[in-house]
């Protein structure tokens, strides 16, 4: 069965980087993109961008450029997203979640990975 | 970007009763590109609705989808418990991929 399993929680200082990694399993990681989707607290859902497995091309939402990076490791079928220069804005809990193109619907989400930015 | 605005931002209703949620675009979306997501607290979303109108892998008749253009709807014919839960439209046509505020369905 599809599966897509997020890192444990993370508890960063403002200016500090955070990495978040994706294992997918159950099924070919290379034929479906995948995505980053966070969640402020008691907020809706915020897209951050998205990567191509095959390829580790990657492209970003206009709020996020240059601070976000997105990479895959084939060899153990895994996504990352670091997030840099983190502010109290960037408490959140992040969400990887895959699509069969780079338009299609969002169909497997991971479990989330909570960030708290905070002094 | 394209805006998504959903409303109510509450619905208050009983089991058994009929829930109409709206989404509504601020440019014309393909309905090949608009999803329905439901989303219970501590857990990640659920696609339920894809394409405006097909129901995903698993999920209930109860609920189906409908809409074009700018305005589309999620409509549930009778509820659950279990469908209890904050509702999020998306369009996925492009970059951004853009989600509505999302619409809280709480028990009256």
């Known amino acids: 069965q599809v599966q897509l399993v997020q890192s444990g929680a993370e508890v960063k200082k403002p200016g500090a980087s955070v990495k978040v990694s994706c294992k997918a399993s159950?099924?070919?990681?290379?034929?479906?993109?995948m995505h980053w989707v966070r969640q402020a607290p008691g907020q809706g859902l915020e897209w951050m961008g998205i990567i191509n497995p095959s390829g580790g091309t990657a492209s970003y939402a206009q709020k996020f450029q240059g601070r976000v990076t997105m990479t895959r490791d084939t060899s153990t079928s895994t996504v990352y997203m670091d997030l840099s220069s983190l502010t109290s804005e960037d408490t959140a809990v992040y969400y990887c979640?895959?699509?069969?193109?780079?338009?299609?619907?969002?169909?497997?989400w991971g479990q989330g990975t909570l960030v708290t930015v905070s002094s | 970007e394209i805006v998504l605005t959903q409303s109510p931002g509450t619905l208050s209703l009983s089991p058994g009763e009929r829930a109409t949620l709206s989404c509504r675009a601020s440019q014309s979306v393909s309905s090949t590109y608009l999803a329905w997501y439901q989303q219970n607290p501590g857990q990640a979303p659920r696609l339920l609705i894809y394409g405006a109108s097909s129901r995903a892998t698993g999920i209930p008749d109860r609920f189906s989808g409908s809409g074009s253009g700018t305005d589309f709807t999620l409509t549930i014919s009778r509820l659950e418990p279990e469908d209890f839960a904050v509702y999020y439209c998306?369009?996925?046509?492009?970059?951004?991929?853009?989600f509505g505020q999302g619409t809280n369905l709480e028990i009256k």
């Open positions: 159950g099924y070919t990681f290379t034929i479906y993109y």
């Open positions: 979640a895959r699509s069969w193109t780079s338009s299609s619907n969002f169909d497997y």
């Open positions: 998306q369009q996925y046509g492009g970059s951004p991929y853009t």
